[in-house]
């Protein structure tokens, strides 16, 4: 998918009002968890930002108001040049000191041995945390914005996703973080069997749709998400479009990243298991987290814990 295919998407999820509602609603309830109204004004902040961007989509889909809009909004109101902003100050804060920890609790019971790769680090804010931890992390990326508090740990610069060149059995687990619905289509084959070459244990959390209704937890976890419920409640074609706009509002206008690679790559639970037995392993866990509490941006997320064949 292009880039102007991407935005493309992103306006047509705009002019969805089951879509917009539920995603407004979602990064509301994200922001309610770390933002005090009477202190700062996320909410109307999240308003004023939806309203301007499903207004210039209502009438035709305008790719290029997209684009131009979000410049603004990095500039005008999440103020990406100012890091004492009070959004940039606290969502800072929640990803170097916050999330770390809500990963690293979940992580501990799933992340086989000692060496960790994470692929596609981000921030790094996870990779600093799991090193504290006493694991062996090293880090990669095709992109280099990692945070301080990250910068020390081994890092390798990939020309594409595809560069991964660590030997055979490097590492004992591959993290693979929200990362593999970044990766183009003709590209994810080659991702996984390399990165099942180079760690025994691949760990992967995506943003998924069209969930089983017998997969195990999902009926207690939507019990008590109402967001999933709600979520799940859609047709699977708007489930798509809730996956796209949010990642698109995370990483190109709240983390400000409007040139990170979104193809969109979003996979159903039962296509997630077909493309990782297609390309040598074996999913031997399926975790429904959904739209937890303690994430400022939530969405539909799902852990697969995945085995290399030979392992077996």
Same mark, same amino acid.
């Given at each position: 998918?292009?880039? #102007?295919? @991407?935005?493309?998407?992103?306006?047509?999820?705009?002019?969805?009002? &089951?879509?917009?509602?539920? =995603?407004?609603?979602?990064?509301?309830? !994200?922001?309610?968890?770390?933002?005090?109204?009477?202190?700062?004004?996320?909410?109307?902040?999240?308003?004023?930002?939806?309203?301007?961007?499903?207004?210039?989509?209502?009438?035709?889909?305008?790719?290029?108001?997209?684009?131009?809009?979000?410049?603004?909004?990095?500039?005008?109101?999440?103020?990406?040049?100012?890091?004492?902003?009070?959004?940039?100050?606290?969502?800072?804060?929640?990803?170097?000191?916050?999330?770390?920890?809500?990963?690293?609790?979940?992580?501990?019971?799933?992340?086989? /041995?000692?060496?960790?790769?994470?692929?596609?680090?981000?921030?790094?804010?996870?990779?600093?945390?799991?090193?504290?931890?006493?694991?062996?992390?090293?880090?990669?990326?095709?992109?280099?914005?990692?945070?301080?508090?990250?910068?020390?740990?081994?890092?390798?610069?990939?020309?594409?996703? @595809?560069?991964?060149?660590?030997?055979?059995?490097?590492?004992?687990?591959?993290? =693979?973080? &929200?990362?593999?619905?970044?990766?183009?289509?003709?590209?994810?084959? @080659?991702?996984?069997?390399?990165?099942?070459?180079?760690?025994?244990?691949?760990?992967?959390?995506?943003?998924?749709? !069209?969930?089983?209704?017998?997969? +195990?937890?999902?009926?207690?976890?939507?019990? =008590?998400?109402?967001?999933?419920?709600?979520?799940?409640?859609? +047709?699977?074609?708007?489930?798509?479009?809730?996956?796209?706009?949010?990642?698109?509002?995370?990483?190109?206008?709240?983390?400000?990243?409007?040139?990170?690679?979104?193809?969109? !790559?979003?996979?159903? =639970?039962?296509?997630?298991?077909?493309?990782?037995?297609? #390309?040598?392993?074996?999913?031997?866990?399926?975790?429904?987290? /959904?739209?937890?509490?303690?994430?400022?941006?939530?969405?539909?997320?799902?852990?697969?814990?995945?085995?290399?064949?030979? #392992?077996?």
């Amino acid at each position: 998918m292009s880039h #102007n295919q @991407t935005l493309q998407a992103v306006c047509q999820a705009l002019r969805s009002p &089951a879509v917009t509602a539920l =995603v407004r609603a979602t990064v509301k309830a !994200g922001y309610q968890e770390y933002f005090l109204p009477q202190e700062y004004p996320a909410g109307e902040m999240v308003d004023r930002t939806f309203d301007r961007l499903e207004q210039e989509q209502k009438h035709a889909i305008r790719s290029d108001k997209l684009s131009a809009t979000t410049q603004h909004l990095l500039q005008d109101t999440f103020k990406k040049g100012e890091a004492e902003f009070w959004f940039n100050r606290i969502y800072h804060y929640y990803k170097t000191v916050l999330k770390p920890e809500t990963d690293y609790a979940q992580l501990r019971a799933l992340i086989h /041995g000692e060496r960790v790769l994470d692929y596609g680090c981000g921030s790094g804010y996870l990779s600093a945390r799991l090193a504290r931890g006493g694991y062996a992390v090293s880090t990669t990326d095709v992109m280099e914005y990692r945070y301080a508090e990250a910068r020390h740990l081994p890092f390798t610069q990939m020309t594409s996703p @595809t560069d991964i060149t660590y030997p055979e059995d490097s590492f004992d687990t591959a993290l =693979v973080q &929200a990362v593999l619905h970044h990766i183009d289509p003709e590209d994810l084959p @080659t991702v996984i069997q390399r990165l099942s070459r180079a760690a025994r244990v691949l760990v992967v959390k995506e943003d998924s749709y !069209g969930l089983p209704a017998d997969l +195990p937890g999902l009926a207690e976890t939507a019990a =008590v998400q109402p967001l999933l419920s709600a979520f799940l409640d859609l +047709p699977q074609a708007q489930q798509f479009q809730v996956l796209a706009l949010i990642d698109y509002y995370a990483n190109a206008i709240a983390q400000g990243v409007p040139e990170m690679n979104m193809p969109f !790559g979003f996979k159903t =639970v039962p296509e997630w298991w077909q493309t990782f037995e297609e #390309n040598g392993l074996r999913v031997e866990r399926t975790l429904v987290a /959904g739209f937890e509490p303690g994430r400022m941006h939530k969405t539909c997320h799902v852990w697969f814990v995945c085995v290399r064949k030979d #392992n077996l």
